[in-house]
């Protein structure tokens, strides 16, 4: 029997995540196998190439490519100074010498007797990765990268902007409906998460980026504000790389959009928690959902140890939320998955479902309307 799957969100008390955490070129994986590490711990280190600068010798001194050898006063692999000279021409009867001198701190990296040119390169720039959650190494791909493991409670958002970050969690919010303002923050939000309700504005984040919070989670948001608060229009291609001094994660959509009561219910309940959040988005080929991780705390011994996941596609009972017009945004529970193809708006037949959204109404629509939350 065939079944409709229908991508969707994850918004789990529990659950098994793995993150892989790899370098961007070949370089050392300074952790084991099974060791236990926390968010910041660094799991994988390398160094980058420095930037390359070219050097005219030969036009500068003013002699032919093939003599500019006989002109260095540095070697290739020599370490050189800004400003220190390079090369320096013979001049006449020891006068009236010509000097080049290095324009960075660096190395020789060649000089070229065809081209007459050096170059030169700055000094390699380190780069770490971390764990980003606290959990397990579980796998090393050697000098690459590790997979971190940890039971842990995971919300992932419908769009983000900002990278990587930790924080503890502190709800503002009293409930879904509350809009989360520049009065809601104050210099105890610090190194912190702010959970709202259904929206944020720019003053707000412009707030929560002055007092040094972490991160803004919050259910809607409107473009205009993205774009005031960032200086510019965000592309559809990826998030995550703006430098915008906090992260955003919404969970619902753009406009004002109260958060899905049980979105809110799980968040709060993590309320004093330290969380690894990433606004990083992609809505393309390779879905890249922004996430709040959180993890699991095994004293709690009220939550469940069996881990749910979208094996099966839609299924009686299943949550989703509606992503078209005219009850975009609305969550619910399916109640019926129709065989039969039925007609639509736009006069083509399609397979629907019907949806009990949180008013009680029910409705039909098409099922490529829907995407699973997996709860």
């Keep these: 029997m065939a079944h409709v799957y229908t991508p969707g969100l994850k918004v789990t008390e529990k659950t098994l995540v793995r993150k892989e955490r790899r370098l961007p070129l070949k370089g050392d994986v300074v952790v084991q196998k099974g060791q236990k590490v926390g968010g910041e711990t660094i799991v994988a280190r390398t160094s980058l190439p420095g930037n390359v600068t070219t050097v005219n010798v030969a036009g500068l001194l003013g002699v032919p490519a093939e003599d500019i050898k006989m002109m260095m006063s540095k070697k290739v692999n020599d370490p050189v100074k800004k400003d220190e000279p390079i090369a320096q021409s013979k001049g006449f009867f020891g006068m009236f010498k010509s000097m080049v001198k290095s324009p960075i701190d660096g190395t020789v990296e060649s000089a070229s007797d065809i081209t007459g040119q050096v170059i030169l390169r700055e000094a390699p720039k380190p780069v770490q990765v971390a764990a980003y959650i606290d959990g397990t190494v579980s796998d090393i791909f050697p000098e690459e990268g590790v997979v971190i493991e940890t039971e842990a409670s995971l919300i992932q958002g419908i769009f983000g902007v900002g990278g990587e970050t930790r924080g503890i969690i502190m709800p503002v919010a009293k409930s879904t409906d509350d809009p989360l303002t520049a009065n809601d923050i104050n210099e105890t939000h610090k190194g912190k998460i702010i959970i709202g309700g259904s929206i944020v504005d720019e003053p707000a984040l412009v707030k929560a980026r002055t007092v040094g919070a972490k ?8 473009d205009s504000t993205l774009k005031k608060f960032l200086g510019y229009d965000i592309g559809v291609a990826i998030t995550g790389h703006e430098k915008c001094g906090v992260s955003v994660m919404v969970t619902e959509g753009f406009g004002k959009m109260r958060m899905a009561e049980h979105t809110f219910k799980l968040i709060n309940s993590l309320a004093g928690k330290i969380a690894s959040m990433n606004g990083a988005t992609q809505i393309r080929a390779g879905v890249i959902r922004p996430e709040l991780i959180v993890p699991y705390d095994k004293k709690d011994s009220s939550k469940s140890t069996v881990y749910k996941k979208l094996e099966g596609g839609l299924v009686i009972g299943s949550l989703v939320r509606i992503i078209r017009e ?19 708006e736009t006069e083509s037949k399609v397979r629907v479902l019907e949806v ?5 109404k029910k409705v039909f629509l098409p099922r490529a309307n829907v995407e699973i939350i997996e709860e």
């Excluded at 019926?336 to 007609?343: G, I």
């Excluded at 009990?356 to 009680?360: A, R």
Aim: proline share 6%.
């Design 215 to 222: 991160g803004v989670v919050v259910g809607g948001i409107e």
């Design 326 to 344: 005219p009850n975009f945004g609305m969550i619910g529970k399916v109640t019926s998955l129709p065989v039969e193809l039925r007609n639509i």
């Design 356 to 360: 009990e959204i949180e008013n009680g």
